[in-house]
T-cell receptor
Framework: GEDVEQSLFLSVREGDSSVINCTYTDSSSTYLYWYKQEPGAGLQLLTYIFSNMDMKQDQRLTVLLNKKDKHLSLRIADTQTGDSAIYFCAESGYNKLIFGAGTRLAVHP | GAGVSQSPSNKVTEKGKDVELRCDPISGHTALYWYRQSLGQGLEFLIYFQGNSAPDKSGLPSDRFSAERTGGSVSTLTIQRTQQEDSAVYLC??????????FGPGTRLLVL
């Protein structure tokens, strides 16, 4: 079946690194995505990774993919207060994205 | 360039009334999607349009929900005889073919 799981909450100190983890079930997913949602806003595409890659880096963001374990992570370096939001992991299903429940990231001084 | 736009941004309606939600995708994007975000159910797929192909309606929760996409661009999601459980944020996204999906700001629907 289709299921994407994420931990619900993460609290980090400003300036530290944040790591948000996700597991998915469909090994045929071609792409895996990370979206950010701020209060009252839509989903902002942060980054995505093709399933034949194991790492992608984009400025402060690093995505790691372990296809064998169906595990995806998003690392945010030097976390800032502006990074406080809900982060959604998603896998590409048939004609749709399948989302996790979202991880709420709280950044404190 | 312009992103995905949705209107209205907020809608309050009475139970039993019909509502129409509009989505303007990114120009040139062939695919358009509707999702619903609610506290209890998270993000759920509703419907997918791709070019002139028949839409994938497999996510529509009941026959009170329908959607159209005219001229391969603008889409309207219609909910007939609204119920309180229809209260949610309705999100539209578009993509180039089956590429990365870009989302609009959503329409917040409250059914009283």
């Amino acid at each position: 079946g289709e299921d994407v799981e994420q931990s619900l909450f993460l609290s980090v100190r400003e300036g530290d690194s944040s790591v948000i983890n996700c597991t998915y079930t469909d090994s045929s997913s071609t792409y895996l995505y990370w979206y950010k949602q701020e209060p009252g806003a839509g989903l902002q595409l942060l980054t995505y990774i093709f399933s034949n890659m194991d790492m992608k880096q984009d400025q402060r963001l690093t995505v790691l993919l372990n296809k064998k374990d169906k595990h995806l992570s998003l690392r945010i370096a030097d976390t800032q207060t502006g990074d406080s939001a809900i982060y959604f992991c998603a896998e590409s299903g048939y004609n749709k994205l399948i989302f996790g429940a979202g991880t709420r990231l709280a950044v404190h001084p | 360039g312009a992103g995905v736009s949705q209107s209205p941004s907020n809608k309050v309606t009475e139970k039993g009334k019909d509502v129409e939600l509009r989505c303007d995708p990114i120009s040139g994007h062939t695919a358009l999607y509707w999702y619903r975000q609610s506290l209890g159910q998270g993000l759920e797929f509703l419907i997918y349009f791709q070019g002139n192909s028949a839409p994938d309606k497999s996510g529509l929760p009941s026959d009170r929900f329908s959607a159209e996409r005219t001229g391969g661009s603008v889409s309207t999601l219609t909910i007939q005889r609204t119920q309180q459980e229809d209260s949610a944020v309705y999100l539209c996204a578009s993509s180039l073919d089956r590429g990365a999906q870009y989302f609009g700001p959503g329409t917040r629907l409250l059914v009283l």
